[in-house]
């Protein structure tokens, strides 16, 4: 009878020890396979993240290219209230400053002043020159709000070439276009009132 319960505890201990074996083998085959999941995963999402930085950089790239072009010539023909003095309605696009703003602010930061400063000064230097501002936001809020947060930058920036000694006859348009849609555009560079420079 002694026999007989020594081989039962050993043949039960060998099928424990098997088994646990067997558990162990099984719980690395299932953390192998989850690690290589979740390596698949990180590397999508890395993947992800340095395609949309690419784009990020190539749209930072147009965005300057536009900002520092000293001369782009495009010939626009449009109605405008300033034509009628002048006797033409044919004006001459020169050149494209974008003034920054912060998210949901309409208050000019530094750099907003100091580009405005240089284009007043070029206003002086150029007597013919006038302008239209068009300000536009991000999509983030409701659209009446972001038409409104538009119209106060324009504002704002009008206001600045006004205190600068600009006449206000040489602001042609002002025009507030609220938010930007174009997902390709990151939301940094929606913030902005748009200066265009004609001739």
């Known amino acids: 009878m002694g026999f007989g319960i020594r081989v ?15 558990t162990e083998n099984w719980t690395q ?9 979740m390596d698949t995963r990180v590397l999508k999402v890395e993947t992800g993240v340095r395609e949309h930085g690419e784009r990020l950089d190539k749209v930072e790239s147009r965005v300057t290219d536009l900002e520092h072009q000293d001369v782009r010539k495009a010939s626009i023909t449009e109605r405008t209230p ?13 050149g494209v400053v974008h003034v920054p703003f912060g998210f949901d602010r309409a208050d ?8 405005l400063a240089t284009i007043a000064t070029e206003l002086r230097d ?29 504002e704002a920036v009008k206001r600045k070439l006004l205190e600068q000694g600009i006449e206000p006859t040489r602001i042609i348009t002002s025009t507030a276009r ?15 009132v748009m200066i265009k420079l004609m001739n």
Request: hydrophobic share 35%; net charge positive; glycine share 8%.
């Open 126 to 154: 150029n007597p013919h020159m006038t302008v239209d501002l068009e300000g536009t936001t991000d999509p983030v809020g409701p659209r009446e709000y972001n038409l409104k947060l538009s119209r106060r930058r324009v």
């Open 82 to 94: 300033g034509a009628a003095i002048r006797g033409t309605s044919e004006r001459t696009l020169v």
């Open 8 to 22: 039962i505890i050993v043949t039960a201990a060998l099928g424990c020890s098997a088994g646990c074996v067997a």
């Open 29 to 37: 085959e299932l953390v192998g396979k989850q690690k290589a999941e």
């Open 108 to 115: 000019l930061v530094l750099s907003a002043e100091t580009a």
């Open 178 to 192: 609220g938010p930007l849609l174009d997902k390709s555009v990151p939301n940094d560079f929606k913030r902005r």
